[in-house]
């Protein structure tokens, strides 16, 4: 089993920065990409950004320029640095990693409790 820990939400202005942390734990097994996604009420979840453990990364349309996604391997974490943060990026962003049990190979998802982001305009 995987968990991981969420932190770094919180309410901010229009054009403020945020950085969300998220700690994967789990012994057995390697944490390959981790990114994260975000969900408003009433509205699917969405990706916001990913990151493999190789570096490369992808983004949504809507945050490229304003978000960025990084990881430390050795710590399995993985942050988001939002700036320029805009009313329409509130939501309750959620951690996700893939992860691969070493023993078998197969690869599971898991998913964070979520933080809230709350911006005011």
């Known amino acids: 089993q995987v968990q991981l820990v969420e932190s770094g939400g919180g309410l901010v202005q229009a054009g403020g920065s945020l950085r969300l942390s998220c700690a994967a734990s789990g012994s057995r097994f390697r944490i390959d990409a981790m990114g994260w996604y975000y969900q408003t009420p009433g509205k699917q979840r969405e990706l916001v950004a990913f990151?493999?453990?190789?570096?490369?990364?992808n983004y949504a349309d809507s945050v490229k320029g304003r978000f960025t996604i990084s990881r430390d391997n050795a710590k399995n974490t993985v942050y988001l640095q939002m700036n320029s943060l805009k009313p329409e990026d509130a939501a309750v962003y959620y951690c996700?990693?893939?992860?691969?049990?070493?023993?078998?190979?197969?690869?599971?998802?898991?998913w964070g409790q979520g933080t809230q982001v709350t911006v005011s305009s």
């Open positions: 996700h990693a893939v992860a691969m049990l070493v023993t078998t190979g197969q690869r599971y998802e898991y």
């Open positions: 990151i493999h453990s190789g570096g490369n990364t």
